[in-house]
C-alpha cells in the first residue's frame, strides 16, 4: 500500500506563469469573422496556425509579430506541424492532402 507521501510525487509538477495578452495573434485575422484558426504548432522560435482558407499565418514567439502569411491551398488545413530545423513544414488539409514546405524564416526574419 502506497504511503500517502508517495502518491504526492506521482502528480504532475505544475507552473504557473504570467502571460501577455495574445491579441495580437488575432489582429491579421480580421473583423470579418469568416477566417478562424483551425490547428497551430509552437517551434523554439515561431509560431504557426493553419486557417479555414488554407493560410498559414507566422509568428514571432518571443515578440508575438506577425512574420507572413503563405496562401497556400484552397482547402481547410486541419494539422501543421514543424520539422525539428524550422526550415520545413508538414501540412495536411481536410481534402486528405499532405505537403512540405520549405519555409526559410530564419533568412528572412533573422
Known amino acids: 500500500m502506497d504511503s500517502p507521501s508517495s502518491s504526492v510525487h506521482d502528480e504532475p509538477q505544475l507552473a504557473l506563469l504570467e502571460c501577455e495578452a495574445l491579441d495580437t495573434l488575432l489582429t491579421p485575422l480580421g473583423s470579418s469573422g469568416r477566417v478562424g ?23 514571432d514567439r518571443k ?32 481534402a486528405s492532402e499532405i505537403f512540405v514546405l520549405e519555409i526559410n524564416l530564419a533568412d528572412r526574419y533573422a
Open 63 to 94: 515578440t508575438l509579430r506577425f512574420l507572413r502569411l503563405i496562401s497556400t491551398v484552397k482547402e481547410h488545413i486541419t494539422l501543421v506541424k514543424w520539422h525539428l530545423n524550422e526550415n520545413l513544414l508538414a501540412v495536411a488539409t481536410a
Open 37 to 59: 484558426y483551425t490547428c497551430l504548432d509552437i517551434s523554439p522560435n515561431y509560431f504557426v496556425f493553419g486557417a479555414n482558407t488554407g493560410s498559414l499565418y507566422f509568428f
